[in-house]
């Protein structure tokens, strides 16, 4: 019982606890199917809302993996959106086109900032998209760790974008071309905008400034003499009733413009108070600069016309109106009140000189209807003066029905043209008078070379009429064929000489030479209109001339083969006599018996004789050819006077003369002069008076006559006690080769060009030389010349030129080069006397060769030899050793060798038959050893 009691109770307990779960069931399911409607009808409301929407929003986590997308899925796309679930972008659209999505992303995580991008689309439809990426918080702002992006296509705000950017380029490319720029002031905030285009106005482009910084620089611009005014009124534009402003700026670089500032329509605030002012600033530089030069041609015009002495007109025949400059007034010397008080044509009438009215009456008649009609006429002043007037209408207008309306014109005074045509033309007349009256030729030829005048006297020469002459052309008919082409050339070029001499043609065949002197008239274009030529017939001196010519030709080869004959002989005789006297001073230093002394004495004595006569020739034919020239340098002179009585002590004491020399202390020591030719002259002096003077003694006397600062003048005298010279031969004596009958015995036999050779080396001294003589008492010689003070001093080497220090060559090496054997035999016994070690070559080849293999000190070289010559050698020579001292030893002693020795790289020069103590000292003077 208590079994079956258990059994009910359990049954109801079971029965009401399935009633229990059953209504529990069934309010679980309830609110399961009440969430499930509220989360569908959500889901409805977001899509609806998506598809409202023309953005596409992505969510990424932050491994970059894409885990939502929502987008407007009504829309047609070319990619679904959705291939990007689950995948990164580069795995959708490749690293490339990805990474900039990537760097956003990163950007987003890793800053826990929002950023954006714009970009073309990865999948070619041009569009442009802008992608926004943010972090993703809750409402507590903790980051979730995913990140949104949403991308919108942004394509129509970018044509918008450019289209406005194109509009803005043209504006400022508008303001650019208009040279403008705008402002703006906010009074408010008292902020000033400069435009950048203003700033290129001002010439600082690439300057940003703003507020009062920019209005200070600006003010800072402006020309000093407009500042002031020019910031008072932009100080004032807020409140100013003044809308415009002109003042000149000076620009950062120095230039000059001139400047407009308009203020535009002001901006006001709800109380009426001002907001902000705008307005443009404009470069009116150019059209400054065209006013000005407007005003500088109208006052030029003006200036020109009163110049000119021209006035303008106008002419209203409706209103009988006459309009006209001013210069008309002068030109017809009245006053204005006159000048309008009647009409035009009486006036004309008026003061038109009586044989003239016809001529304005036909103008008011005929030319009143014709446009570019002109007359001249006479007027009569106030002041009974004839003017020339001339009337031009240039231009006549009418309206649309044909009829007058206004006349314009100008009148000139032409009063001093007509007087010049006038006395051109008589001056024209006369001219041709002129030329018939003179005895020379004359023709004019138009530019065609058409004659249109000539002279009887040019008729009568070529054997025409001048009828016959007139209209012939003057280069076809009377010029030579040979030079007509030439005379054509210089006339088309313009280049015609005003004096030039040519050949004509006569009418018989013969030619006459003319001497032209031309003339040539242009028209208004500088072009040659007419040329006048007046010649004198000149045929007879063309001959004499050419003949002169042909004399002077056959002189100048004469003096040339004169010269190569001098220079042949020169060579010729100098070669043995090098021999002859080079043995001689070789066998006088040998110590020879006392009876070969003399016999040797003479020998050397005539071969210095004969040498001296060669080069008095040499020199004669120097000084002839102008080819001497002084060599100023330091010297003593009373040294020089004492050496020069030293050498004639000898020639003296073999005719017991006594020899003195009478020198003033005052004389400086150091001059600058020409020492050798001052000793040739003293020779030449001593020697003949030496010479001419059996008995008595020989003076020569320096005289100091003034001393300066910069130099002295001494005066020379050369006397002797000999035979004198006769009085009517003194004006010749200094003639070449010239002698006086007196003195001319064979015991005073000369060449004669001892005193020629002197009196022209005096000349060279810019100085003269006289004599007094007589017959029978003697002679004197006196000269003057003048020195410059030297500023050194003469060396001790200089003192002592001509004694030898052997023991100073001692070990020289020398090449001495000739083809004369004994040349070679006598110039080798010198050197070795002095020590020098020597070798010799025969020729330039061999010199060369030599030279090449060994290294010397000096080389003496002759320049005329066979297979090659000196001067050859010597340039091979320099092109292996350009530091060896080359002398050139040579029986030419002709100038023009010299100068071709030292331009072939010699270093000096000598001439044979050598002194040998002038051989010592050059080779002194270029001794220095070198290193082997």
Not at 861 to 880: H, S, V, W, Y
Request: charge should be negative; glycine fraction near 6%.
């Amino acid at each position: 019982m208590h079994f079956s009691l258990y059994l009910i109770v359990a049954f109801v307990g079971l029965t009401l606890l399935s009633f229990l779960v059953i209504l529990l069931v069934r309010g679980l399911l309830k609110r399961l199917d009440n969430k499930v409607s509220a989360h569908l009808n959500a889901r409805d409301d977001l899509n609806a809302l998506l598809n409202s929407l023309n953005d596409v929003i992505f969510e990424f986590n932050e491994e970059r993996v894409c885990l939502n997308v929502w987008f407007n899925e009504r829309d047609d796309r070319v990619v679904d959106p959705r291939v990007c679930i689950g995948k990164k972008l580069e795995e959708v659209i490749g690293y490339e086109k990805a990474l900039k999505f990537n760097q956003a992303l990163d950007f987003a995580i890793d800053y826990k900032q929002p950023t954006s991008l714009e970009y073309v689309s990865d999948f070619g439809t041009g569009a442009w998209l802008l992608a926004k990426v943010t972090p993703v918080f809750d409402n507590k702002g903790k980051y979730l760790n995913r990140v949104s992006a949403s991308v919108s296509n942004i394509s129509e705000q970018k044509r918008y974008e450019s289209k406005l950017k194109e509009k803005e380029l043209l504006l400022l490319e508008a303001q650019h071309v208009a040279k403008i720029g705008n402002w703006l002031y906010d009074k408010a905030s008292q902020e000033i905008f400069l435009s950048e285009s203003l700033f290129r106005i001002m010439g600082s482009e690439g300057l940003a400034l703003k507020g009062r910084a920019a209005f200070e620089y600006y003010i800072s611009l402006v020309h000093h003499d407009d500042r002031e005014k020019c910031q008072s009124f932009l100080s004032a534009v807020s409140s100013s009733a003044t809308k415009q402003l002109e003042h000149k700026l000076i620009t950062p670089e120095g230039e000059l413009k001139y400047i407009r500032i308009i203020v535009g329509d002001k901006t006001l605030n709800n109380d009426g108070t001002i907001q902000r002012v705008a307005g443009i600033i404009q470069d009116i530089t150019e059209i400054k600069l065209s006013e000005k030069l407007i005003k500088r041609g109208k006052a030029e015009l003006i200036e020109a016309q009163t110049i000119a002495k021209i006035g303008n007109w106008s002419w209203r025949p409706s209103t009988k109106k006459l309009s006209y400059s001013d210069e008309l007034v002068n030109i017809f010397e009245v006053n204005t009140t006159k000048f309008i008080s009647i009409s035009p044509f009486r006036f004309l009438l008026k003061v038109v000189h009586e044989n003239d009215r016809q001529i304005v009456r036909n103008l008011y008649k005929s030319g009143i209807n014709a446009s570019d009609h002109s007359c001249v006429f006479r007027i009569l002043t106030s002041q009974k003066k004839v003017k020339y007037i001339s009337i031009i209408i240039g231009k006549i207008l009418r309206n649309e029905k044909g009829q007058l309306n206004k006349i314009i014109g100008t009148i000139q005074d032409i009063t001093e043209q007509k007087q010049f045509e006038l006395d051109y033309t008589r001056t024209d007349d006369k001219f041709k008078r002129i030329l018939e009256a003179v005895n020379l030729v004359a023709v004019t030829v138009d530019r065609t070379g058409t004659i249109v005048f000539c002279n009887q006297h040019l008729a009568n020469l070529l054997g025409y009429t001048r009828d016959e002459i007139i209209g012939m052309n003057w280069y076809n008919s009377f010029i030579p064929d040979g030079i007509v082409q030439h005379i054509n050339g210089m006339i088309d070029a313009d280049a015609l000489p005003s004096k030039y001499t040519n050949a004509i043609k006569c009418k018989d065949g013969s030619e006459c030479i003319i001497s032209w002197k031309n003339t040539m008239t242009r028209d208004e274009n500088g072009e040659i209109d007419e040329i006048t030529g007046i010649g004198e017939d000149v045929t007879e001196q063309f001959r004499v001339t050419q003949e002169l010519i042909s004399a002077k030709e056959m002189a100048e080869k004469s003096s040339k083969f004169k010269s190569e004959f001098l220079s042949t002989m020169s060579h010729e005789i100098r070669t043995p006599m090098n021999a002859v006297i080079g043995t001689t001073n070789l066998l006088l230093n040998e110590n020879p018996r006392p009876e070969q002394m003399e016999y040797l004495n003479i020998l050397k004595f005539s071969g210095e004789n004969l040498l001296a006569i060669i080069n008095d020739i040499l020199d004669y034919n120097k000084i002839e050819a102008g080819k001497l020239e002084l060599n100023p340098q330091n010297f003593d002179l009373r040294q020089l006077a004492q050496k020069t009585i030293h050498i004639f002590s000898a020639r003296a004491a073999e005719k017991n003369l006594q020899l003195e020399l009478l020198a003033d202390d005052g004389i400086p020591d150091n001059l600058m002069g020409d020492q050798q030719r001052l000793s040739q002259i003293l020779n030449n002096l001593i020697s003949n008076a030496i010479k001419f003077t059996d008995s008595g003694k020989i003076t020569l006397q320096l005289q100091l006559i003034i001393k300066g600062d910069a130099g002295v003048t001494v005066k020379f005298v050369v006397a002797d006690t000999g035979i004198g010279i006769s009085p009517e031969h003194q004006s010749v004596i200094f003639d070449p080769f010239v002698q006086d009958p007196v003195i001319n015995q064979p015991v005073h036999m000369g060449t004669g060009l001892g005193l020629a050779i002197t009196k022209r080396l005096v000349n060279l001294h810019k100085s003269d030389i006289s004599v007094v003589s007589d017959t029978g008492k003697g002679a004197q010689f006196t000269f003057v010349i003048t020195f410059a003070l030297a500023h050194t001093e003469i060396t001790e080497e200089k003192k002592n030129v001509g004694v030898q220090d052997v023991g100073a060559l001692n070990g020289m090496q020398v090449l001495v080069v000739d083809d004369n054997k004994m040349n070679l035999l006598i110039a080798s016994k010198f050197l070795k006397k002095w020590h020098i070690n020597v070798d010799s070559a025969n020729n330039g080849e061999e010199a060369v060769s030599i030279a090449a293999q060994k290294r010397y000190d000096l080389i003496i070289m002759d320049l005329q030899m066979p297979f090659m010559n000196g001067f050859e050698a010597t340039e091979k020579i320099r092109e292996f050793d350009i530091e060896v001292p080359i002398i050139a030893l040579t029986a030419d002693a002709m100038p023009d060798t010299y100068d071709k020795a030292i331009s072939s790289g010699m270093n000096d020069y000598l001439t044979k038959p050598f002194v040998p103590d002038v051989l010592f000292n050059k080779i002194s003077t270029y001794y220095k050893k070198r290193d082997y």
